[in-house]
Each structure stands twice: as C-alpha cells, then as structure tokens.
C-alpha cells in the first residue's frame, strides 16, 4: 500500500463526500451499498511530512491501542472469560486489584466530561482538558466565527465534518493544543484516529464503508437500518491489515496508534448492547490485536514495544423509543423550550443559511450545550446578533433556565422534557473570553457545584466538580455553551427512565455514571513486571490516572517527558 501525499487530499475530499451523499441516498431507498463500497473498497496511505522521521532502533516504542466505547468492565469481563486469548495473553494472569503480570491496570480511570467520542479523544492524545484543548463534544457552536462544527453528528444528519476528519485535516483547525506526535517527535504512524496532527503516516478509513455506517447510525435505529456485526467489523478489520500494510511496506514506528470506531458504531444499535459488544471484542477486536502484535514479535521487537490500551467512554443502555430520545427534532424538545423563554434558535443543520438566529444547541448524548446571544444586539428578526458579546444573566441566561425548569417540571412548551432532565447548568458568560465555571440551578438560585452537592450529595457522578470545571474553564470553555442540561441518564436508574439528546440508539453515553465514565486503561509490555509497570506510571501521574494522563505517559516510555 503506496503512501498518497497531500496533495490528493482535495480529490479524496471530493471523493469522500460523493461517497458519503451516495450512501445516504442507498440507505434511505434500501438500494444495496455494495456497488457503491466497491468503488472505494480500501483505505488510503497519506504520507503527511515530506520526509519521514528515522526511527530509533535502540529505543522502546509505544503501540497506542484505542478502542472506541469500550468500557473498563466489559473490558475485563472479555480478558477473565477467555474471549480475548490474544490480548489475554499479553497482559498474563491477574496479579492485583490493578494489575497483571505484565500489564498495569488502574481501575476507576475516568474519561473528562462529556464522555464522549471526539472530546475524549483529544483529550488522550493532547494530555489537555477540554476548555484548553478547543474541542468540547461530538459537536460543537463556536462564537468567535460563528460557525457549527460536527465531526460527530448527533443533532443534525449531515456527515460532511465527518469525512472532512480525514479528507481536510478538519481537527487540525479546531484543537488548539499540541498533540502527542508534535510533543513526541519520532516517527509516529496513525490508523483512522482524527488527532493525527504531527504523525508521519496517517491510514485512513475506506470512505465508502464509512459513508454507509455514519450514514446508519447518525439516522440511530428508528430508520430500519439493519444491524449487522459483518459491516462494523469491516471498518475494524480493515484499519488492522491496512496498518500492517504500512508496517511492511516503511518498518515499525516508534509510536504506532491504531483507532477502531467500529466497536462504539455497532454498541450504539446492537440489541443488546452489551452482551453484543463483548461478542465484537471476541469475534472482531482480538484476532485484530492478535496480528499486531504477532507483527511486533515477528520482527523481534515485541519485548521492547509497549501496548497502551485506552477507551474514550463506556456504554450504558437505553431504550430505542420516542419517549427516551430527546434530540430527534421533533416538537417538545429543547428548540421548544428556547422559544418560550423568547428567542429564535438556530436550526438543526450543519449550514443552515439563517444568520439571524439567538441560540444554538449542540448534543452530546447525556448532555446538551445551549449557546446564547445578547439579544439586545439582535432583536428585530434578520439581524444577525453580535456573538463575541456574551448574553446578559438577567435579560439572556435566566430566562432560558426558568423555561428548562418548568419544562421539566410540568411540560410547559416542551413537553418531551417533562420530568427528563437531572441538572441545569449555567454561568457568567463571558462571550469568547475565557469562561467561568458552570454553577447548578437549586430552583432558586445558581449555586456553586460544591456548594450544590455538600446539600445534594451525588456520589453517582464521579469527580463531578473536577470534570466541570476542566471542560468549562479555560480559553476555549466557552464551546460548552452558556447553559448546559444534564439529561436523567443514570446507570443505577431502570432502563426505562433513561433520556438522552440525539436520535433513538439503543446505548448511549456522555454522562457523568461510572458505565460512561470508567475507561480502559492498560499498559502492558511482554515478560515486564506489572506490578513494577505500575509503580513507573505512578511516578508520572501521581494518583489515579486518568484520559489526560495518557499522553505524559506515553512520552515518559518514549524518553520525551523533556518534550512536554
């Protein structure tokens, strides 16, 4: 498999696209996709330095596996019953509470706030939260250029952003931070994982493939689609044999991260989910993982590469029904609730062609971020508001919070949300200045979250003050919106009282519930001592570890800590 350089990158985006618009349009007719995947059937190779960086032979590489929506504990129920014997081997028999005998294994590692998939991942692979790192969610509202970012769609249907991951270096714009390929600064290859900034060689999906299965699932299960494991897998199987395409064709690299998406895809429609992600593990994932490292070992450098395994979120189930679905864009959802409290909301659409909009909402699952202008800069319908201007508390932020309650509260104006939401949230803005911290509506007041939850205790959200603060505050917190809900999303909740913002699934995530928030965090070396391992690690990230520690400590076994 030849490396495309950049310059194809404009033809691949075109291409993309068609691709993208195509499936959509076979899905929607029950047309076959296969004509149409054939077309596209393998992934393409773009070489992103004009020259390669040297390897170093006689240093220790890193092998980044990251699999996307695989929880701790659906991790380590594959690995106890026998179902990953490859993986399982690597990592030996259990030794500890957070080790095997040659893998350190923490548990209670916690993904940032929201638990989800392109927040998540920035995190891992800048080691920044999210108010620094510029990517607050699977999509997003920016102020300062006015402009609707979804690499990830939840609310809308559209997948341009989504090809433009990998066709136009899309997150190359949006995360503000260095990566951990610049901060490493060896030869560092990348499978499907959108933070690709800074890596030598970047393998990207087959976009055919991944046309027909965002397609599917940005339409959630409520379209008919059938769910079938064989097309997730595809996009899994395919990202491992094009990765060791890329290793036999230029040598191993001294950081290797491999990216599956198709795991997170297939949990959110399967039935059930989690029994049937534990299948895909099995049946998908392992034999993948298995000739990797059969690859490592071949060429005798298993011994010296050490393998991170990390997840962005976990899963926790749901009801693929109306009642539950929160974002379907249909009446009696939060756009509803907006209008009450008197403002024009943006419509659900990547580019609308309406700039006269007051508020805006992105949805990441469990949560939704509500975005607010200063209407006083923007009053008479077809007036564009002046968005680098933050909205009034009294005039702008309170009314909107006022609405939420009593939607929630009795159904006025939005009535889907009636007894739905857990917390509301909302602050001082400060328009695209850097964002206080989120306080908690009481009923009365805004009140600060300790304040909140030493009269409230909540030991259900993890770290919850923590996480608030490092996706709200920060340079970029302003991304998290003005006023943010929390939906009732619970583990400990019956399935049946379940919500969540976006289309009807049947898993979700993003909350702040140990099932979405406790992340696989593995690092294992063949013949290392694990317990030793995780006296190592500890040395770098004190305490528990978790998602924004990844990246120190992938630089540490590199030998690049002075590089952070």
Known sequence: MRAKPRWLLHTLAALGLLVVVAGGVLLMTGTSPDDLVELVSEGSVVQLRDELRPARPDQPRVLVIALDGVGDGEFREAIRS???????????????????????????????????????????????????????GNEWFDRETVTFVAPAPVSITEHRDAVRVYSDALMDRWIAVPTLFELADVRSYVTLAAQHRGADILVQPNFGLLGELVSAVAAGVGSDNEVDQESYGALDAAAAEN???????????????????????????????????????ADVLDPAIGALLEAYRARGALDSTFVVFVSDHGHTPTLDEERNALGTGDDGEIPDALRAAGFRPRPLELESGEEDFQAAVAYQGAFAYLYLADRSTCV????????????????????????????????????????T?????????????????????????????????????????????????????????????????????????????????????????????????????????????????G?????VVGGAPSQLDITPVVLELLGRTDER
């Open 82 to 136: 026998g179902r990953m014997p490859n993986t399982a081997a690597l990592l030996g028999g259990e030794t500890g509470e957070d080790s095997y005998a040659h893998a350190y294994a923490p548990r209670g590692a916690l993904s940032i706030l929201p638990s989800t998939t392109y927040a998540a991942w920035t995190a891992v692979f800048t080691g920044q939260p999210v108010g620094r790192s510029g990517v607050s």
């Open 243 to 281: 990765t060791l395409a890329v290793i036999e064709d230029y040598g191993l690299a001294d950081l290797q991260v491999i990216y599956f998406p198709g795991v997170d895809l297939y949990t959110h429609v399967a039935e059930p989910a989690i029994p049937e992600q534990l299948d895909y593990l």
């Open 380 to 419: 008479e319908e077809g007036t564009r508001c002046d968005w680098r201007r933050p909205p009034r508390m009294d005039e702008d932020v309170l009314p909107v919070v006022r609405a939420l309650e009593r939607a929630h509260r009795d159904g006025t104006a939005a009535p889907k949300l009636r007894g």
């Open 421 to 533: 939401l857990d917390l509301i949230f909302a602050r001082d803005a400060r328009g695209i200045e850097e964002a206080e911290p989120f306080r908690i509506w009481n009923g009365e007041r805004l009140v600060s979250v300790a304040d909140y939850l030493a009269a409230n205790p909540r030991p259900d959200l993890l770290d919850l003050e923590a996480r608030l603060k490092d996706l709200a505050v920060g340079p970029y917190g302003h991304r998290a919106g003005d006023v943010m809900v929390l939906s009732r999303y619970r583990d400990v909740d019956p399935i049946e009282e379940r919500f969540y913002f976006s289309k009807l699934y049947r898993s979700w995530h993003g909350s702040p519930s140990a099932q979405d928030s406790e992340i696989l965090w593995v690092v294992a070396r063949a013949g290392a001592d694990g317990r030793e391992m």
């Open 535 to 539: 006296e190592r690690i500890r040395g």
